[in-house]
């Protein structure tokens, strides 16, 4: 199945690293964040990560209903791939789909993150790790 992920125009900084499965994809670069679904990609600087936390939704219950009840902010993203998911806490993120780029602010982003993957993203980003 081919699923409709808009082309990435430009990236800031060096890329380290890009994955896409299904309906999800997660670019990472020296200085900026991609999360790529079908139609729309969300850019932030991992410079204006102000917080990763783990995320767990309740059994049962489905994950996109899980993340309305949870955050009392506006939440701009949840995918539902399986594996971990972390809440990322930005102060400001660009949305770019098929209609132009906007401008989204400060939001929060819930997104399945792969171990490697957050460990480039906290290295880059300039992230502490706190137990």
Do not use: W
Not at 13 to 20: A, V
Not at 92 to 106: C, T, W
């Amino acid at each position: 199945m081919l699923y409709d992920f808009l082309k990435i125009k430009s990236i800031a900084g060096e890329l380290k690293l890009s994955h896409k499965k299904r309906e999800f994809g997660i670019t990472v670069s020296t200085e900026e964040l991609i999360v790529q679904k079908p139609h729309v990609n969300y850019h932030v600087r991992l410079a204006d990560i102000t917080q990763i936390v783990p995320y767990r939704p309740e059994k049962g219950l489905n994950p996109f209903r899980q993340m309305r009840k949870d955050l009392d902010g506006r939440a701009v993203t949840a995918v539902h791939e399986g594996g971990d998911h972390y809440i990322f806490h930005v102060s400001s993120a660009v949305m770019h789909n098929r209609s132009g780029n906007f401008d989204l602010g400060a939001c929060r982003m819930i997104i399945p993150v792969k171990p490697d993957v957050l460990k480039e993203i906290g290295k880059y980003g300039g992230l502490l790790v706190i137990a």
